[in-house]
């Protein structure tokens, strides 16, 4: 029966006298993990997956029917999460941190139907929704934890 260990060289891993390749990126539970430690490419990706969910609720954002508490509700449970998925291991940066407000405020002033060209301030948005900046708050939590 082969003894199972591995030694450690600096940036080598030798497992049972074998040498395992050293990558740049690797998939991680759905996210994608880098040897420098960004995440901006990541973050991207699943931004880019939570606006796919918002688009295809794009009914729901325009019924005059739904009240907007209801629609806020719905931003946060199913386009957040696709969004924020696997953010445990993300690396905020200061353009990360604004990549996520402005996704947030993107989305919000599509429930609220107010266009980009409008000139309406993020903070008339947020009052219109009776909602306060929390996505990154969120995030930030959630890499704490």
Same mark, same amino acid.
């Given at each position: *029966?082969?003894?199972?260990?591995? =030694?450690?060289?600096?940036?080598?891993?030798? =497992?049972?006298?074998?040498?395992?390749?050293?990558? !740049? /990126?690797?998939?991680?539970? #759905?996210?994608? =993990?880098?040897? !420098? #430690?960004? @995440? &901006? &490419?990541?973050?991207? &990706?699943?931004?880019?997956?939570?606006?796919?969910?918002?688009?295809?609720?794009?009914?729901?954002?325009?019924?005059?029917?739904?009240?907007?508490? /209801?629609? =806020?509700?719905? *931003?946060? /449970?199913?386009?957040?999460?696709?969004? $924020?998925? #696997? @953010?445990?291991?993300?690396? %905020?940066?200061?353009?990360?941190?604004?990549? %996520?407000?402005?996704?947030? *405020?993107?989305?919000?002033?599509?429930?609220?139907?107010?266009?980009? &060209?409008?000139?309406? $301030?993020?903070?008339?948005?947020?009052?219109?929704? #009776?909602?306060?900046?929390? %996505? %990154?708050?969120?995030?930030?939590?959630?890499?704490?934890?």
């Amino acid at each position: *029966m082969a003894q199972s260990f591995f =030694i450690w060289y600096a940036y080598h891993i030798l =497992i049972q006298n074998e040498l395992l390749e050293q990558v !740049d /990126t690797f998939p991680y539970h #759905g996210s994608l =993990i880098t040897e !420098d #430690g960004e @995440c &901006t &490419t990541e973050l991207r &990706t699943r931004l880019n997956r939570g606006q796919v969910i918002g688009a295809s609720l794009q009914k729901i954002w325009k019924s005059h029917s739904i009240p907007i508490s /209801t629609k =806020i509700r719905l *931003m946060k /449970t199913p386009v957040w999460s696709v969004a $924020t998925y #696997g @953010c445990e291991s993300w690396t %905020l940066r200061k353009n990360e941190e604004t990549r %996520l407000d402005a996704f947030e *405020m993107k989305i919000l002033r599509k429930i609220l139907r107010v266009s980009w &060209t409008a000139k309406k $301030t993020n903070k008339w948005v947020l009052n219109k929704a #009776g909602t306060n900046r929390d %996505l %990154l708050n969120i995030v930030i939590a959630m890499r704490l934890a």
